[in-house]
């Protein structure tokens, strides 16, 4: 078993639809992470959150809204969203977002979207 | 301006040849973290070696090494013997205090990296 694991692994959607991403960690991990993963651009952080609590929001358009319920579980709820929103999403984990600059982080595979 | 910087959009070595990935970043934090990251087809990001901005010694992880520069501000990739499973995204990130405290990772552009047999 991977120690972060995220759901759909593919998703197509229209413009009116509302969807939800999922992401589960499995190691006891208190920081946890959205990032989008565009054709040649970048990862782009986009929430951060820490104990269940977002402290970092990138600017992120509110078509995109996430959710922490506790330490182990995150969402990402969407709705009416463009086609340039089509990419890869990322989750990503941390032991701590504050404990120091070598904490590595732990992904999942990845939901590819594509939004028609 | 992009705070990690790789130039090499994709990459060919030959089987068992040792190649080099380029990575650029910018900082004016005295202390951060610099890793490689892997991304096989298959989508999950897998951790290959990190090196700290006060370390004295280059990092080194079994094929893989880092060659950090830091007053050139560069934390090449070096992989040495290349095996075809090698073949893959390879991301440069760095980990820095953010501007609302605590620490966050960002990341390059990506080197995609062909390994032909």
């Known amino acids: 078993e991977t120690g972060v694991t995220q759901t759909p692994r593919h998703l197509v959607m229209g413009m009116t639809n509302k969807k939800s991403l999922k992401c589960e960690q499995h190691?006891?991990?208190?920081?946890m992470y959205w990032y989008k993963q565009s054709a040649k651009k970048p990862l782009e952080l986009m929430f951060v959150?820490?104990?269940?609590?977002?402290?970092e929001n990138n600017s992120v358009p509110s078509r995109f809204s996430p959710e922490c319920p506790n330490s182990s579980h995150l969402f990402l709820h969407l709705h009416t969203l463009q086609p340039e929103d089509s990419a890869l999403y990322l989750c990503?984990?941390?032991?701590?977002?504050?404990?120091?600059?070598?904490?590595?982080?732990?992904f999942g595979s990845g939901t590819q979207l594509s939004v028609l | 301006a992009q705070k990690i910087t790789q130039t090499q959009p994709g990459m060919f070595v030959q089987e068992k040849e040792a190649v080099t990935l380029d990575c650029t970043y910018d900082?004016?934090?005295?202390?951060?973290?610099l890793f490689w990251y892997k991304q096989p087809s298959s989508g999950e990001m897998i951790f290959l070696i990190y090196?700290?901005?006060?370390?004295?010694q280059n990092a080194t992880e079994g094929r893989y090494s880092l060659n950090f520069q830091k007053a050139r501000k560069s934390a090449n990739l070096v992989i040495s013997a290349s095996q075809l499973g090698d073949s893959a995204m390879y991301f440069c990130?760095?980990?820095?205090?953010?501007?609302?405290?605590?620490?966050?990772?960002?990341f390059g552009a990506g080197t995609r990296l062909f390994v032909k047999a």
């Open positions: 990503a984990s941390s032991p701590s977002r504050d404990r120091g600059r070598d904490e590595k982080l732990f």
């Open positions: 090196q700290g901005s006060y370390d004295q």
């Open positions: 190691l006891g991990h208190n920081a």
């Open positions: 990130a760095m980990r820095e205090i953010g501007a609302t405290g605590g620490f966050k990772t960002i």
């Open positions: 959150y820490s104990l269940e609590e977002r402290v």
């Open positions: 900082t004016s934090d005295p202390s951060y973290g």
